[in-house]
């Protein structure tokens, strides 16, 4: 007769996985980081969400005082001089919309121009070859060890007997063309292409200029893109050459138009209400554009291997 055996189950304790002490600090920093970086946006948020007496009366609480949108309805010109002053305004007109399409007319300007001149150059400098092309490339980049403090002056004076003074050419002229680190930048890529892929088109008879417009423009749309955001940016939030070439509404663009808002305080006091709420709808837009093209951006970099 055979024997039954019979086994006892053996229980299995349930692993237990330590989390390692240094990620905990790792996650930690990180998170106190993350937090000191978005806490400027949120005061700036909380302030444009209350009131400047109330602002007086509660200036450390954390939470927006007497909660109103009456800041953004100045900043955007929704309001009466007489219910501004109210509101503890200066009753000054502020005409957003005018200076936000002087921003974007001269954004896009410098931004366009820029990259078509960048590349071009860029171009000549990767895939062209020419004597002396290395030695004029190594001068032209010692143009990025000059400060931009230097060229104020000669700029102005040049703009002045341009007759481009008060206009928006006049702001973008000295930008609107290529920079060293613009170059510099597509350089690397334009330098990764293949040369097979270019003398493929050569074997096809296309040209130099049929080669840069439809070959190698084309395959670099990644790092086009990422420079013309960051030239975008760049452009969009500069305040020293505005302010010294433009005088009137007509050439003033959104960053100079704030600190002229900051300077109308009224009698009661200076409407950081008003400024805060005009300050983050002129930055909404690069925030936005900085977020859709976040990925491409940190992708480029990393394949230019600029760091």
Not at 118 to 130: E, N, T
Request: hydrophobic share 50%; net charge positive; with cysteine.
């Amino acid at each position: 007769m055979a024997t039954v055996t019979t086994t006892t189950p053996t229980t299995l304790r349930p692993v237990q996985r330590k989390f390692p002490l240094g990620r905990a600090a790792a996650w930690t920093v990180m998170g106190l980081i993350i937090l000191i970086t978005l806490l400027p946006f949120y005061w700036i948020l909380r302030t444009a969400l209350s009131t400047n007496a109330g602002l007086s009366a509660d200036p450390t609480n954390p939470l927006p005082v007497d909660l109103t949108t009456s800041g953004f309805e100045r900043a955007l010109g929704m309001q009466s001089a007489e219910e501004a002053v109210k509101q503890g305004g200066a009753g000054g007109g502020l005409d957003f919309w005018r200076y936000l399409l002087n921003s974007v007319l001269v954004s896009t300007l410098i931004t366009g121009c820029q990259i078509f001149f960048s590349a071009m150059a860029a171009y000549a400098f990767s895939r062209l070859r020419w004597r002396g092309r290395d030695k004029v490339f190594g001068l032209f980049l010692a143009g990025m060890m000059v400060p931009a403090i230097f060229t104020l002056l000669p700029n102005f004076v040049l703009i002045k007997q341009l007759h481009l003074i008060d206009t928006l050419l006049g702001i973008a002229l000295p930008t609107m063309f290529m920079t060293p680190f613009a170059v510099f930048f597509l350089r690397q890529f334009f330098m990764n292409i293949p040369q097979e892929v270019e003398e493929a088109a050569l074997l096809d008879g296309a040209g130099k200029i049929k080669i840069f417009f439809r070959v190698v423009l084309p395959m670099a749309s990644t790092p086009v893109i990422t420079l013309g955001v960051l030239t975008y940016i760049t452009s969009w939030n500069d305040y020293f050459w505005p302010l010294m070439v433009s005088y009137s509404d007509s050439s003033r663009v959104l960053t100079v138009a704030l600190a002229v808002f900051r300077a109308q305080t009224p009698a009661t006091g200076v409407d950081w209400s008003g400024l805060m709420a005009a300050t983050l709808i002129a930055a909404l837009p690069m925030l936005v554009l900085f977020a859709c093209f976040a990925r491409r951006i940190v992708s480029s970099i990393g394949f230019t291997g600029i760091k």
